[in-house]
């Protein structure tokens, strides 16, 4: 009952409703677009393509893309030039001074941020597009009779096209985070990842229930069990906080500067301060040796992504990238200037340089387990897949999938209560303004 009335609540109000049906239906554009083959290749031959591209770091790609990577679709990179765009100017950020200037100067400097990283986009877009069509007229086992339009042509279309469709979902993603609810981009890779969670289960179903010795639907539910809890250890990950308590000499209270001895608050420091940013950053040079291995065989090995050495290599990797993007991300400097400036101060701890020691000595504690609990969690997969999980099921165990998707749901609920504890508020503030139009 209290969903459903909850449900009511947030229908009832005009503008979420709007922002919520229009975040619905720009997904649903993306999505049909993302199933809209490249003109010039004929979508009945393209079953190869999905077949080389269904397992390994492919497969996770694919993921990502809503299965537009494996549909050879006008949106077969989908969004993630732009991410790779934006991790590339968050990181030139720490040494171009003309970037560190933009970041300090508002909301002017973030629309420049954000124009930078379009352009970027673009560009990593003209990179990528040419390697994708190289790669599946020669890698990924389409024949020549698929290609309906031979030569420079198709390349040119192509290029063209899938630069095209990134940019539309670029613009897909701004304006659902401009109009309508949640971070637009991080939803577009959600609702991809999501969109091949009915096939995946399925399969693992019929896995199960139709080989002799599989476990059949017992170890389903199993499954199903240890998936939630999984899903649980990730809301504690993405939500986990440490809490700094922070002490005020005085108060600003209605205009008047007031002692007030004893009034706390408190620094909340998270677990994971890096999100998912580790893992990405992890993936992006784990995806290395694909391209090398052809010329160095010795690392052929770390093309498996259930391999012992790749999820060392891995782990490792998303440890280091979690203290790294803490560092770059949240400025103690900055917060125990912050603190000083408001009256504030941690109980036994001098301003200034002191509580910036302080903040930063205690973000580095708890960044270590919180990286080596992200780093088990992305691992995850690859341990299930060795006890019998299908591939594609396996996914959703943890690593980039899991955390993208619970980190988006809690992003997304949390505006929505925001519009939902506004409307208290308004109702609250209406009889007040009606009372005081009664008096005039």
Same mark, same amino acid.
């Given at each position: 009952?209290?969903?459903?009335?909850?449900?009511?609540?947030?229908?009832?109000?005009?503008?979420?409703?709007?922002?919520?049906?229009?975040?619905?239906?720009?997904?649903?554009?993306?999505?049909?677009?993302?199933?809209?083959?490249?003109?010039?290749?004929?979508?009945?031959?393209?079953?190869?393509?999905?077949?080389?591209?269904?397992?390994?770091?492919?497969?996770?790609?694919?993921?990502?893309?809503?299965?537009?990577?494996?549909?050879?679709?006008?949106?077969?990179?989908?969004?993630?030039?732009?991410?790779?765009?934006?991790?590339?100017?968050?990181?030139?950020?720490?040494?171009?001074?003309?970037?560190?200037?933009?970041?300090?100067?508002?909301?002017?400097?973030?629309?420049?941020?954000?124009?930078?990283?379009?352009?970027?986009?673009?560009?990593?877009?003209?990179? !990528?597009?040419?390697?994708?069509?190289?790669?599946?007229?020669? !890698?990924?086992?389409?024949?020549?009779?698929?290609?309906?339009?031979?030569?420079?042509?198709?390349?040119?279309?192509?290029?063209?096209?899938?630069?095209?469709?990134?940019?539309?979902?670029?613009?897909?993603?701004?304006?659902?985070?401009?109009?309508?609810?949640?971070?637009?981009?991080?939803?577009?890779?959600?609702?991809?990842?999501?969109?091949?969670?009915?096939?995946?289960?399925?399969?693992?179903?019929?896995?199960?229930?139709?080989?002799?010795?599989?476990?059949?639907?017992?170890?389903?539910?199993?499954?199903?069990?240890?998936?939630?809890?999984?899903?649980?250890?990730?809301?504690?990950?993405?939500?986990?906080?440490?809490?700094?308590?922070?002490?005020?000499?005085?108060?600003?209270?209605?205009?008047?500067?007031?002692?007030?001895?004893?009034?706390?608050?408190?620094?909340?420091?998270?677990?994971?301060?890096?999100?998912?940013?580790?893992?990405?950053?992890?993936?992006?040079?784990?995806?290395?040796?694909?391209?090398?291995?052809?010329?160095?065989?010795?690392?052929?090995?770390?093309?498996?992504?259930?391999?012992?050495?790749?999820?060392?290599?891995?782990?490792?990797?998303?440890?280091?990238?979690?203290?790294?993007?803490?560092?770059?991300?949240?400025?103690?400097?900055?917060?125990?200037?912050?603190?000083?400036?408001?009256?504030?101060?941690?109980?036994?701890?001098?301003?200034?340089?002191?509580?910036?020691?302080?903040?930063?000595?205690?973000?580095?504690?708890?960044?270590?387990?919180?990286?080596?609990?992200?780093?088990?969690?992305?691992?995850?997969?690859?341990?299930?897949? !060795?006890?019998?999980?299908?591939?594609?099921?396996?996914?959703?165990?943890?690593?980039?999938?899991?955390?993208?998707?619970?980190?988006?749901?809690?992003?997304?609920?949390?505006?929505?209560?925001?519009?939902?504890?506004?409307?208290?508020?308004?109702?609250?503030?209406?009889?007040?303004?009606?009372?005081?139009?009664?008096?005039?």
């Amino acid at each position: 009952m209290n969903l459903i009335n909850r449900l009511k609540e947030i229908f009832s109000i005009e503008e979420l409703k709007n922002k919520i049906l229009l975040t619905i239906g720009l997904i649903a554009v993306y999505r049909f677009m993302a199933s809209v083959p490249l003109p010039g290749i004929d979508p009945l031959q393209l079953a190869a393509l999905k077949d080389s591209t269904s397992g390994g770091l492919l497969g996770l790609l694919n993921a990502f893309t809503g299965g537009a990577f494996a549909r050879a679709s006008v949106m077969a990179l989908g969004i993630m030039p732009y991410i790779s765009a934006s991790i590339v100017v968050q990181l030139m950020g720490i040494a171009v001074p003309y970037l560190q200037k933009l970041q300090k100067d508002g909301e002017s400097g973030r629309k420049k941020i954000t124009q930078i990283t379009r352009w970027l986009t673009i560009g990593i877009t003209l990179v !990528q597009a040419p390697t994708y069509i190289t790669a599946i007229k020669t !890698q990924f086992g389409l024949g020549p009779e698929a290609f309906l339009v031979p030569g420079v042509t198709f390349w040119v279309s192509s290029i063209i096209i899938l630069t095209a469709g990134t940019i539309f979902a670029m613009w897909l993603g701004e304006r659902i985070t401009d109009k309508g609810v949640g971070n637009g981009i991080s939803l577009l890779i959600t609702v991809g990842i999501i969109a091949n969670f009915p096939a995946a289960f399925l399969q693992e179903f019929v896995a199960k229930t139709t080989n002799a010795g599989a476990g059949g639907i017992m170890m389903i539910l199993i499954e199903i069990i240890v998936w939630f809890v999984v899903i649980l250890l990730s809301v504690l990950l993405v939500t986990a906080v440490r809490k700094i308590a922070v002490q005020y000499a005085r108060r600003t209270v209605a205009g008047n500067i007031q002692n007030v001895a004893g009034s706390r608050d408190y620094i909340p420091l998270k677990l994971n301060a890096a999100g998912v940013m580790p893992i990405i950053f992890a993936q992006a040079i784990m995806f290395l040796p694909v391209a090398l291995a052809q010329k160095f065989p010795f690392m052929a090995s770390l093309q498996d992504i259930n391999g012992l050495g790749y999820n060392i290599i891995f782990a490792l990797l998303i440890i280091i990238f979690s203290y790294f993007y803490t560092a770059i991300t949240i400025p103690t400097n900055k917060m125990a200037d912050d603190l000083k400036r408001s009256g504030g101060f941690i109980p036994g701890i001098r301003p200034g340089k002191d509580t910036a020691d302080r903040l930063d000595s205690v973000l580095s504690r708890i960044t270590f387990p919180g990286s080596i609990f992200l780093a088990a969690l992305s691992i995850l997969p690859a341990v299930v897949v !060795q006890f019998g999980v299908q591939q594609s099921w396996a996914m959703f165990y943890g690593g980039t999938s899991l955390i993208i998707m619970v980190g988006v749901a809690i992003d997304t609920l949390q505006q929505i209560n925001s519009y939902l504890l506004n409307r208290h508020y308004d109702g609250l503030m209406k009889p007040g303004n009606s009372n005081r139009k009664s008096n005039k």
